[in-house]
């Protein structure tokens, strides 16, 4: 079947038994969000709320909450998709006309990349005045700064080149006709807005809510810089995307969405936006942003209003954000030929963990890999990346800690880079747009440079541990690589005692976690670490000199991973609202 439109694909959904009506009238503030975590993380479809209190419009939400989903809005799964678009790009360079024809898949997705100009819109068939009071606008957490559009696809295009960005930005409403902008550092439309300020020129702006998969999914892709999302969800779609011009304003816009915001950025105003509790498991803090001002609104008769929560994972993001590095991530071989794999963890919120396999040529060719990813668009926001050999999977995470248990040596195999730019939600710097990163270069050494791993004793641990620090609460050894404790403060003393004792053998890695971290649970385990360390301030290792001015790292490398004084609270949903969703959990499927 093909897919047009959010609509098309909600009717698709529900033949298949991927959606379900919910009749019962729910509040947008907290417990519809309640309700789709809750079915996401239990496997359960889509969900469409159809009385949604004080709206005029039906909710849409974990529209591509599941792999299956993920796969029938794409007509195959992603990683086939990717494979395929690697293997024409590499027989199509240098241009072949029988690359053209072999890959006749592949062709027809390339040649539905234009867009399509059109006159007859379907997201124009109503325009009325602004009013973002009738939209089912969620409140995801208790502690947000107030209701946020969280699926918006906004349409910049560059004052000087006339070059289309569509980024998702998060958009805190103000009130009826006003909303935030939540430009972070290293997005496209955020370009376009510091353009318009130096050249003085009007920034017009347009938000389509509610788009088929395939746009939504070219919108989170992380295309490089110029690349037009709009084309690329052509080649997703096997279908050239439908623009038409706005109503108010002199941009292109999707003719085929549910809502089109039309309006302005100003180039002066700025307002406090948040807090917001957003992917990396916390609220990010609230500061200053630009203002969207909106002067009309156009829809499709009947829209959908679709909607997302971010938090502690999983969440939807994980599917979205899995599907487009599965369809991407092979391209980095244009431009890396030495890398076979990589992968970016959802647990870690994406930018915070990243992990490569490099065929290398030659010795340390995995670091300047590392090095080189670091400055790639939106891969230079990556906080910590692993090198592995290229028979390692990067995807799973045991493989990994075997690699760094066999061939990690800190004197020479880690890099820690200070003072450089940093994803905008990062909070551990407590520097908004600045931190530390880090290089694990795990890749197999042939040079007898490695440090041989020695067996843990893990059976003794238990004894150890109470004896080094009575702090200590709970402990999971991981391959027998990676100590991960439990501690409810000062957890730097903790790591500090316990990456200098000698009675700790085994394992090359040794962090400590707060208390509402499940350190039995490796996703949770994930998330507990790599989202709260910096990497300046929060590793010790066994041993730490300077040579000249090169510092040289020994023995056991320690993560100060728990939450420190200055850092968000991680999000938590109210009591009252999972005591009252679990109350009418039956009435909303009745």
């Known amino acids: 079947m093909r897919i047009y439109s959010l609509q098309d694909f909600v009717s698709y959904l529900e033949k298949n038994g991927e959606l379900v009506r919910i009749k019962t009238e729910v509040d947008p503030k907290l417990e519809a969000p309640e309700i789709s975590i809750r079915a996401l993380q239990a496997g359960m479809p889509a969900l469409l709320f159809e009385n949604v209190r004080g709206s005029r419009f039906p909710l849409a939400m974990n529209v591509l909450a599941s792999e299956k989903r993920i796969e029938m809005a794409l007509g195959k799964h992603p990683e086939q998709l990717g494979k395929e678009l690697i293997t024409f790009m590499e027989e199509a360079l240098p241009p072949k006309p029988k690359t053209l024809f072999k890959h006749a898949g592949i062709t027809r997705r390339l040649l539905c990349a234009l867009p399509m100009r059109t006159s007859r819109a379907l997201s ?44 998702m930005y998060r958009m805190q409403v103000f009130d009826g006709q006003t909303t935030g902008m939540h430009w972070q550092i290293q997005k496209g439309g955020g370009f376009h807005y510091h353009r318009a300020k130096k050249m003085g020129k009007a920034f017009p702006v347009a938000v389509a809510l509610g788009t088929d998969p395939a746009l939504l999914l070219a919108t989170v892709a992380a295309l490089p810089e110029g690349m037009d999302e709009v084309m690329f969800s052509g080649f997703l779609r096997g279908k050239r995307t439908r623009m038409t011009k706005g109503k108010s304003i002199p941009i292109l816009v999707p003719a085929d969405a549910e809502f089109v915001l039309e309006g302005t950025v100003h180039l002066t105003e700025l307002r406090s936006e948040g807090p917001f509790g957003d992917h990396f498991g916390h609220y990010s803090n609230a500061a200053e942003f630009p203002v969207f001002h909106i002067n009309t609104i156009t829809h499709r008769r009947n829209p959908i209003y679709p ?55 030659y010795r340390k060719e995995a670091m300047k890999t590392a090095l080189s990813i670091m400055g790639e668009g939106q891969l230079s926001l990556t906080k910590c990346v692993i090198t592995v050999s290229e028979d390692v999977n990067p995807r799973d995470f045991h493989a990994v800690l075997r690699a760094i248990r066999e061939n990690f040596d800190p004197a020479y195999d880690f890099i820690m880079i200070p003072k450089v730019p940093l994803d905008t939600l990062d909070f551990t710097s407590y520097k908004m747009n600045l931190g530390s990163k880090m290089i ?59 990456t200098k004792s000698p009675e700790i053998i085994g394992p090359k890695i040794i962090a400590a976690v707060s208390p509402d971290v499940d350190i039995r649970n490796l996703e949770q385990t994930i998330w507990g670490i790599f989202t709260r360390f910096d990497a300046e301030r929060d590793i010790v290792f066994t041993e730490e000199k300077l040579m000249g001015i090169s510092p040289i790292f020994r023995g056991k490398m320690g993560i100060d991973a728990t939450w420190k004084s200055g850092y968000p609270a991680p999000l938590t949903m109210p009591e009252e609202i999972i005591d009252k969703v679990s109350k009418r959990w039956d009435a909303y499927w009745a």
């Open 124 to 167: 124009q068939h109503v325009v009325t005045s602004p009013n973002l009071n009738d939209f089912p606008v969620i409140t995801c957490w208790p502690d947000d700064g107030g209701r946020f559009i969280t699926l918006p696809q906004v349409f910049t295009y560059d004052p000087h080149t006339g070059k289309r960005n569509v980024g």
């Open 307 to 361: 909607a997302t929560v971010v938090g502690r994972p999983p969440m939807e993001d994980k599917y979205l954000g899995n599907a487009t590095q599965q369809v991407l991530g092979p391209l980095i071989r244009l431009i890396h030929p030495e890398i076979c794999d990589m992968w970016a963890y959802y647990e870690a919120g994406f930018h915070n963990l990243l992990v490569v396999s490099v065929e290398e040529r």
């Open 440 to 498: 694990i270069d795990a890749t197999r050494d042939d040079s007898g440079n490695g440090i041989a791993a020695r067996k843990s004793n893990a059976p003794d641990l238990e004894r150890l541990l109470k004896t080094i620090d009575a702090r200590i609460k709970a402990w999971n050894m991981l391959g027998e690589t990676l100590l991960v404790v439990t501690v409810p403060d000062h957890g730097r003393e903790v790591v500090a005692r316990l």
